[in-house]
């Protein structure tokens, strides 16, 4: 299978299904075309077009949605989130924020010396 566009969540994001736009959301750093699902929809159409352009991993997850809705959800995928925008690993797992730890020794920041002075 070919590779699959690439999207920016903020391409998704200008797809929110309003009058009659294309509706697209993501799910788990995938990006769905759900336009033709919409009337479709079990819940009705407004549930859906309530979540236009987001990031819908967590309430698809939370709705306890059947295996079928999986099944139905994976005929909509048009692409995936640009690397650098992706929150999930390949395996579907959140993944862990790594937080950047400052440099030791003289490189402290202003604030760090600030309260290093008062508590020394």
Partial sequence: ???LPRHTRAEVASKKGKNGAPLWVIYKDSVYDV???VDEHPAGPDILIDEGG???SKTFEE?????DAYTILAKY????LVEEEKHYDAN???KKRVVAAEPEGE???CLSR???????
Avoid: P, W
């Avoid at 600030?114 to 020394?120: A, E, K, R």
């Fill in 1 to 3: 299978m070919a590779d």
């Fill in 35 to 37: 336009t033709k699902y």
């Fill in 54 to 56: 987001k990031d819908v």
């Fill in 63 to 67: 709705a306890g949605h059947s295996a």
């Fill in 77 to 80: 995928k048009i692409g995936e």
């Fill in 92 to 94: 579907g797992k959140k």
């Fill in 107 to 109: 490189s402290r920041g």
């Fill in 114 to 120: 600030v309260t290093c002075g008062l508590l020394g």
